[in-house]
């Protein structure tokens, strides 16, 4: 809902300024907050823009603290403020970007998961040959294993539990020294 509001607001053009305060100016709230200025009655030089004021760093301690709330806008601070506003122009802390900089979309892309075993693939027989796990393996074992590898008949299986399946058939008898937690 409040993405929505934000929506409205940017498309048709009712941000003027947002003004970024310290952190811990209100009572028992440590979240940065934002003056939103808004208008229908831009000017033209305006229209399209939004003018972003830093004013993070212009706070001035309070004597004493309440709850959270630790800091201050002292005069001089909020005079720099709405003078940066009125002039409008870019300095080291103000900014002027284009209202379409803050849109943005939320968007599901659904892709395949990208899973796929290449039983006959040399780069990833020489990675499984590699694997620690792999040493710890019988050699009768490991023999029977690429061995099965390369009677695969499909070069890629994107199911696992086809692949599993298909590994255990060609392994016949020595799938049984297969422990699932060493190999799958």
């Not at 694997?131 to 696992?160: C, H, M, P, V």
Request: glycine share 4%; proline share 4%.
């Amino acid at each position: 809902m409040a993405s929505e509001i934000r929506r409205y607001i940017l498309e048709h053009d009712l941000l003027d300024a947002l003004v970024a305060l310290p952190t811990d100016m209100f009572y028992n709230t440590g979240i940065a907050t934002y003056i939103w200025v808004l208008s229908n009655h831009k000017p033209a030089e305006r229209k399209g823009k939004v003018l972003l004021i830093n004013a993070s760093d212009m706070h001035s301690p309070m004597r004493k603290s309440l709850g959270s709330k630790r800091k201050q806008l002292s005069d001089e601070a909020l005079s720099e403020i709405v003078s940066l506003y009125s002039r409008y122009e870019e300095s080291p802390i103000a900014k002027i970007f284009p209202t379409t900089a803050f849109g943005y979309r939320r968007l599901t892309i659904e892709r395949p998961l990208k899973l796929a075993f290449y039983p006959q693939d040399a780069e990833r027989l020489a990675s499984l040959t590699a694997d620690k796990g792999w040493a710890k393996l019988d050699g009768t074992l490991q023999s029977s294993i690429l061995t099965a590898l390369g009677q695969f008949a499909e070069a890629k299986l994107l199911s696992r539990d086809k692949f599993k399946k298909q590994l255990t058939k060609l392994l016949g008898r020595s799938s049984c020294l297969l422990r699932p937690s060493s190999c799958w």
